[in-house]
């Protein structure tokens, strides 16, 4: 009899306690509890690999183990007729790559003849490596030699594993499994074993009863039938037939923006270590985000670690691309150091004045796409050291680009390939009324790793026409280095014409304006952004880098929305790290209109200077300063009122103060009221003459329908000029006749120094002619130098009509202003 009167084993990290009893034989027997607590594997680690004599950094698996240990054990009868049972719970515990955040282990064992076996294991959670395992369970029942088992797992979003079977052998050298059930769900499209499959392992050699898996909405089949390759030679039959690629890439967690359909008839002989195979594939529909395959067909042989292929890619029965293939390789059924042998490698791929509308196959992006490709393209030499021959030519290229809103023709391109290299001699497109130009070379470093070193030439290039947001002709030369995904973009571009559309930079809440609390009238809280959406995503923007982009801005680059139509020039920085972009530099505001919304009316505000300040905050915030004003007619005093309103801040947090020229200074409260009804807030229960109400409802109407106007004109209708603005006839005489002039400005930028201005005053439609047509023309020497010459009627209207206040017909005013800015 072995007595444990009490047995404590202590470390930092827990403790091992026992006591009890254990018999040497037969008839003497006792029990025998075992107890850790908060354990960390690691001692148990080294204690294993001390009791095999060997030092821990020699063994394969010396990976050490992580976490911690809880648990109890029972031992009950003697040596000889053992019973146990064990319940244990691992912490945070894991081995290489696999992480178990929790796990329950339950086993009840008993030796002798037949002997029993019960366990129950569980984990929550598995991760190795990248992929992650949920609801694993295992259940094993029976004797030792002969189990029934069942196990499962969770493998990602909407998939799962499931199965069921018994297991007979005394040890993994040789035993027989069975399947009885399996079912698999990948992304939610079931499969399901149709029969029962029986694997038998004897030493070496490996049988396999005949295998069916089908979907089952019937949507897909695996067939196998014969002995897969072990360590003696085998013969293994393999058929699929509608295979959905998603439902691979789901099962192995592997991005699903995949799909496809597979058939392939492959014979699968050799051993394990040296296996052969050859068939034939072909792949329909194949896509991956935004590449699309045409239909691809296969013939492959692998043979002495040589893999042999032929590939022939087919667009609506046409033959486009033919490939052939001699590569060295180790496709061994086990894990190897290299997969890539030494020896010739040999790929050829040949197009022959194939029609360029095959690209709309491959991508979604691209649109009536035409042109000619002819290829000759072969790779020779190693891996280590590939070398590439032949050229590449494209003739009457063209496509439209939906995601950009523009099309692309004239497409040229010549390349011719040596060494390691592609050397693009020239890539000529047409975009508007520009040109891009693309020279420079790629390096294929391994054949898998493109490295680019491109210059991009533009000439007044339409890079980019959405309606609604940004339309952008661009003059510039730019460098494009590094590999595919991870270039770097470096260089300088000045936009030399083009529009950005902008959500309104504030959205205005009026406050109650009889409550002399509120001196703060507007609420500059709210902020918008606009993205370029879906059409523009790809991993290669994605993951490009920008590296201090000057970006000039020209003298014909507006920014517009609903509220604002201003004229900008300016210089910025432009970085870009992954999905932070950063911008340091200014614009400025050179003219163009803001329209306040005052809730039920609006007022136009013409823009005089600003700017708006970047300081390379990944947050892209700006700093404000813009002015503009606007002239109030009173109703009851004939002196106008001149308006100006001040955007301070920043981008995030906007702030609007409004001003006049009136002294003493009127308030915020005030003028607003004089911008709504034309008279001071304190008036505006004193009513006024008969007939203001209609009027200053009028006159809202009329404000509102006019800002509307513009914005429909320019934004909507892409009506041909830059600016435009309508201002309709306000106030009143004191005889409650319509003493306003209607005026309309429009504008266009001529050349890059010279800015047109057209203007009519009238005071009815019914009172326009050509006498009431004036113009101005503006010329800026430099950055802070301009001049500006205009001829203007001189009109007035009383009564609603006409009139000439000198009393003589067709008067003109001229002016000539000579302008200096200077910013602080």
């Known amino acids: 009899m072995l007595l444990v009167d009490r047995l404590l084993l202590a470390w930092p990290q827990g403790q091992l306690l026992a006591d009890g009893s254990l018999g040497w034989r ?4 006792g029990t025998l509890r075992v107890g850790v607590e908060a354990a960390t594997l690691r001692p148990f680690d080294e204690l294993a690999h001390a009791m095999l004599g060997m030092e821990v950094d020699s063994l394969s698996l010396a990976e050490p183990l992580r976490g911690s240990l809880t648990g109890t054990a029972t031992l009950e009868g003697s040596l000889d007729s053992l019973t146990a049972s064990a319940d244990v719970a691992l912490q945070d515990a894991g081995w290489r790559e696999a992480a178990f955040p929790a796990a329950e282990l339950t086993l009840d064992w008993q030796s002798g003849t037949p002997g029993a076996l019960r366990l129950d294991a569980s984990a929550v959670d598995l991760r190795w490596g990248s992929r992650r395992f949920t609801d694993l369970r295992l259940a094993l029942d029976g004797r030792p030699d002969s189990l029934g088992w069942t196990a499962g797992a969770g493998l990602g979003e909407g998939s799962s594993v499931s199965a069921g079977g018994a297991w007979q052998g005394k040890g993994l050298a040789r035993f027989t499994l069975e399947a009885d059930s399996l079912t698999l769900v990948a992304g939610g499209h079931p499969w399901a074993l149709q029969a029962p499959v029986t694997l038998v392992r004897a030493d070496s050699a490996v049988t396999l009863t005949p295998v069916h898996l089908a979907a089952v909405d019937g949507a897909g089949v695996i067939r196998t039938e014969g002995n897969p390759p072990f360590g003696t030679p085998g013969e293994l039959r393999l058929e699929l037939i509608g295979v959905r690629l998603a439902d691979a890439f789901s099962l192995m967690q592997r991005d699903t923006a995949v799909s496809g359909v597979l058939d392939a008839e492959l014979l699968v002989g050799g051993t394990r270590l040296r296996p052969t195979f050859g068939g034939s594939a072909s792949l329909a529909d194949l896509t991956m985000r935004d ?14 670690r040589i893999l042999d292929a032929n590939l022939l890619l087919w667009k609506t029965g046409t033959r486009v691309l033919t490939v052939r293939a001699a590569l060295p390789l180790d496709l061994a059924f086990a894990a190897v150091p290299e997969r890539r042998l030494p020896g010739p490698l040999e790929v050829a791929a040949r197009a022959d004045s194939v029609d360029l509308g095959i690209v709309e196959a491959f991508t979604p992006s691209l649109r009536r796409v035409r042109g000619l490709l002819n290829a000759d393209v072969a790779v020779e030499g190693e891996w280590s050291a590939p070398r590439l021959r032949g050229t590449m030519a494209l003739d009457g290229g063209a496509a439209s680009v939906p995601g950009l809103g523009v099309t692309f023709d004239g497409i040229i391109g010549r390349a011719s390939f040596g060494g390691d290299s592609m050397q693009v001699d020239s890539l000529v497109v047409r975009g508007g009324e520009g040109r891009l130009v693309v020279d420079g070379a790629v390096r294929f470093a391994d054949l898998t790793r493109p490295l680019l070193d491109l210059r991009l030439r533009h000439r007044d290039f339409r890079a980019i026409d959405v309606r609604s947001y940004l339309t952008l002709d661009a003059t510039g030369e730019l460098s494009l280095t590094g590999p595919v995904f991870g270039a770097t973009l470096r260089g300088q571009l000045r936009a030399e014409r083009g529009q950005l559309y902008f959500a309104d930079l504030v959205m205005k809440d ?33 993951s490009l880098r ?5 970006l000039t801005i020209g003298d014909d680059f507006w920014l517009r929305s609903n509220e604002a139509n201003i004229q900008v ?8 790290v992954r999905q932070d972009y950063r911008f340091d530099g200014t614009f400025n505001a050179r003219r163009g209109t803001y329209a306040l919304n005052l809730g039920f009316a609006t007022r136009d505000f013409t823009v005089k200077q600003g700017t708006v300040r970047y300081f390379g905050t990944p947050d892209l915030n700006a700093a404000l300063d813009l002015e503009a004003e606007h002239v109030v007619r009173p109703i009851e005093d004939p002196d106008d009122i001149l308006v100006t309103a001040r955007i301070r801040g920043t981008l995030l947090a906007p702030e609007l103060s409004l001003t006049s020229d009136v002294r003493p200074p009127l308030t915020e409260t005030d003028i607003v009221s004089y911008l709504m009804f034309g008279r001071p807030s304190s008036n505006l229960a004193s009513g006024g003459a008969p007939g203001t109400s209609e009027r200053l409802a009028l006159d809202a109407g009329l404000s509102v329908l006019s800002s509307e106007l513009e914005r429909t004109l320019i934004s909507d209708l892409g009506f041909p000029v830059d600016f435009i603005q309508i201002r309709p006839a306000v106030g009143a005489s004191g005889s409650g006749a319509a003493s306003g002039v209607t005026e309309l400005r429009a504008g266009w930028q001529v050349g890059r120094q010279w800015f047109l201005t057209f203007n009519a005053g009238f005071c009815g439609l019914s009172q326009f002619s050509y006498n009431s047509v004036g113009a101005s023309v503006e010329y800026r020497f430099q950055r802070h130098w301009r001049a500006q010459l205009s001829v203007e009627p001189l009109l007035a209207c009383v009564g609603g009509r006409q009139v000439d206040p000198l009393s003589t017909t067709g008067r003109y005013q001229v002016g000539l202003d000579l302008f200096w800015e200077k910013e602080y």
């Open 26 to 29: 037969r008839g003497r027997t």
């Open 546 to 550: 920008i590296t201090d982009l000057q």
């Open 291 to 304: 590449f699309r395959a045409p239909f691809v067909q296969g013939v492959i042989n692998y043979e002495d």
């Open 510 to 542: 009026i406050v109650n304006l009889e409550d002399p609390a509120n001196a703060d009238l507007i609420d500059t809280t709210l902020i918008r952004t606009q993205g370029l959406g879906a059409a523009f995503q790809s991993r290669f923007l994605d």
């Open 569 to 576: 020039d300016g210089l910025v920085r432009v970085n870009k």
